[in-house]
């Protein structure tokens, strides 16, 4: 995956003092401790989190020094993890974010402050735009609706959760979605929520596809393009309801918006790409490609906090915030 | 009066009765369907909203936002249909946001970050610091006086706007028809599509295939006709059931709207749906034009809802005893075409993508006011 920002392969001498401090602070523990204890936190507000964390602890005293710790913690951040998509999409906006805006305040170090004190709020906010997609996406859902809907996403249950609340009837197929098998707790929690679930294999997307009004999916990230990186299997959903003649829509927030323009699934970083053997590797289906790239132009939609965008609509926001 | 009332419309003056009885005559109006047709309802309504503004008076510019919501909510019931109305209403709405907020810009530019130019808000909202008080504050300060002859500036530059459209959008022809192209037009009702080709005949020579439009608008089709065959144009009327037929030999089909949705898909007269999916089967290039006053921010979410059924009368004679006992007939006045089957709007501001209509939509409406 092409990272962003310049390799910085050796810290500077000048930073080593940086270096140490951030050598004593576990960046991927921190980073895997704020998803565990919030479930409800998505991977690139965790990393944003992570930084905030980091900065509270790091204490830096000048801008520059500011930038290098942010720069040599986003790298090794995204190292570290395996699925580093969605991450660094976080990653990214903060730099950018404090890139933009270190000249803005008077002093920097009244940035920093409100970084670091504005912690919390972030979370707050990132759970504030999945209430805004759950009332943009509203209006897709309508009443004797049948939905296919791919694995789990936290949007998409909050949207379908908010629509059951506002009394539209409508019923779900959930793919299975292997070998996560997150379209089991999709099933579980729609269910719970008093919606009529029908749970199916992946297989089945060809044999449902007739009988759905439309397709719904979440979204790990969304390239520059428009196309989304999602959990495996949605690019073969995608091309099967443009098939079919029916909308697919995306829900996923504005922070999951990512540099990276893939043109098919095997642009993405992944721990096993396709092998062949003769002989009967161990735990083959276990190690497979866990997302894949779904192409822009299968996507009729994409709900989002800042409303329901064309796919061209995405490169358009990551213009406005990495170029002007 | 339903519930527009003198009552919930205390900020205007009790003497401005008059304006009352405006609104309730326009609204009668629509729903008499004297008035119909993009063009004359966007114009009615700017006229209607140059009188609604002169005649407020406002302490606070929110009054004025509630009372044209209200306003706009009540003449969406009246004709739902008729999107002109909504659009004229919103955009009024935005105009009249836009000034608050490029007031509030100049008045706290200086207190720091989320004052940032207004372009770069969307992503960072989730960094940004809530800066929300101090606009409200700003805003108690802002009693909008001053600010009415903008809004009705405004308001009659939108006006020019409509007046103008014709002639802005044919100025365009010349570059999109070529020498000895034939086109095809299933949109005879257009008054665009008539100045579009006339204008390019002035200096083209095409002919122009003309779709019967059965049954609503053959004898408008007929006398569409006749106009360009007057300007000189090369015109034949088809039956609609040949449009398939003929789009073979078709360099390019021409297309009016009555409202273009934020998805890209518009809304257009019946007949018109069937003509862009023939010519997607054949790639033949489909324009439409149209004015950025029929841009619509709102999203078809349900297609069928936004559909008219008209006379059957005019499909089946109704002293037809057999027919009309035995035979259900329908008559959809219009269609939606999806955003796939239109190459390029060719409106007043320039040429555009489908895919590129949900910017031009943020650029002309405030997101808020989507839903009145």
């Known amino acids: 995956m092409a990272s962003e920002q310049p ?19 576990d960046i991927k523990a921190t980073y895997l401790k704020f998803l565990e ?28 020094e500011l930038i290098k710790i942010l720069e040599n913690a986003t790298q090794s951040l995204k190292k570290s993890v395996k699925n580093s998509i969605s991450l660094s999409a976080g990653c990214d906006l903060f730099m950018r974010f404090v890139l933009r805006n270190i000249h803005k305040y008077g002093d920097w170090d009244s940035c920093k402050r409100h970084l670091v004190a504005n912690g ?139 540099r990276l323009f893939p043109l098919s699934p095997s642009d993405l970083p992944t721990e096993f790409p396709v092998q062949f053997s003769i002989t009967e590797p161990e735990y083959e289906l276990e190690r497979s490609p866990r997302v894949d790239f779904t192409p822009h132009q299968y996507i009729t939609a994409l709900i989002t906090d800042l409303g329901v965008l064309t796919p061209s609509g995405v490169s358009e926001e990551l213009i406005k915030m990495w170029y002007d | 009066m339903s519930d527009l009332t003198l009552k919930t419309l205390t900020h205007h003056h009790k003497s401005d009765k008059d304006i009352f009885f405006q609104i309730d005559t326009f609204i009668s109006q629509l729903k008499r369907r004297q008035i119909t047709g993009s063009n004359d309802v966007g114009m009615a309504t700017a006229h209607l909203l140059v009188r609604f503004v002169s005649a407020a008076r406002w302490t606070h510019i929110d009054s004025l936002i509630s009372d044209l919501r209200l306003l706009g909510k009540r003449l969406i019931a009246a004709q739902p249909r008729e999107f002109a109305c909504g659009n004229m209403v919103r955009r009024v709405l935005a105009l009249i946001r836009e000034e608050i907020h490029g007031n509030n810009e100049n008045g706290i530019d200086n207190k720091g970050l989320s004052s940032s130019s207004p372009l770069i808000t969307s992503m960072f909202n989730l960094l940004s610091t809530e800066d929300k008080s101090i606009e409200t504050a700003n805003n108690e300060k802002k009693t909008g006086r001053d600010l009415k002859p903008y809004i009705i500036e405004g308001i009659q530059e939108l006006i020019e ?146 559909i008219e059924v008209g006379n059957t009368g005019k499909v089946v004679d109704f002293s037809d005893k057999d027919m009309v006992e035995n035979v259900e007939v329908m008559n959809p006045t219009y269609d939606y075409v999806a955003p796939e089957n239109i190459d390029i709007y060719v409106t007043n501001i320039g040429g555009y993508s489908p895919s590129f209509i949900y910017r031009l939509v943020l650029d002309h409406y405030s997101s808020e006011d989507n839903k009145l």
């Open chain 1, 7 to 25: 390799a910085t392969s050796q810290p500077s001498s000048s930073a080593s003092s940086i270096m140490e401090v951030s050598e004593s602070f």
């Open chain 1, 37 to 64: 204890d919030d479930k409800e936190m998505t991977m690139p507000v965790a990393a944003i989190e992570t930084l905030v964390t980091l900065l509270g602890i790091t204490q830096p005293s000048t801008s520059y």
């Open chain 1, 120 to 258: 919390r709020l972030f979370v707050e906010r990132a759970k504030t735009a999945r209430e805004h997609i759950a009332e943009n996406g509203l209006p897709f859902i309508r009443d004797d609706d049948v939905i296919l809907v791919l694995s789990y996403s936290r949007t998409l249950h909050s949207l379908l959760l908010n629509a059951s609340k506002k009394r539209i009837r409508f019923r779900v197929i959930v793919t299975e979605s292997r070998p996560s098998n997150k379209g089991s707790l999709m099933a579980k929690v729609l269910r719970e929520a008093g919606i009529p679930v029908s749970l199916v294999v992946d297989g089945m997307m060809g044999y449902v596809i007739d009988k759905v009004d439309k397709v719904f999916c979440g979204a790990e990230g969304v390239a520059e393009s428009g196309g989304v990186i999602n959990h495996i299997g949605t690019y073969q959903l995608a091309v099967l309801a443009r098939n079919a003649n029916k909308p697919l829509y995306v829900v996923a927030e504005s922070h999951k918006f990512v």
């Open chain 2, 161 to 306: 706007e409509i007046r103008n459209i014709e002639d802005s959008i044919a100025g365009m022809s010349v570059e999109m028809i070529h020498e000895n192209e034939v086109l095809l037009t299933p949109s005879p009702n257009s008054k665009t599509v008539l100045e579009f080709l006339r204008r390019a005949s002035q200096k083209r020579k095409f002919s122009v295939l003309v779709t019967e439009s059965f049954p609503n608008e053959t004898e408008i089709a007929h006398a569409f006709a006749k106009k360009l065959a007057k300007a000189g144009i090369e015109t034949v009327i088809i039956p609609d059931s040949s449009v398939y037929a003929v789009m073979s030999r078709v360099g390019k089909v021409i297309v009016g709207a009555r409202t273009v949705l934020a998805n890209g898909g518009c809304i257009s007269a019946s007949g018109i749906a069937l003509a862009c999916e023939a010519a997607k089967n054949h790639k033949t290039p489909v324009l439409a034009v149209t004015g950025v006053y029929k841009l619509s921010p709102l999203y078809p979410f349900d297609v069928e809802s936004l």
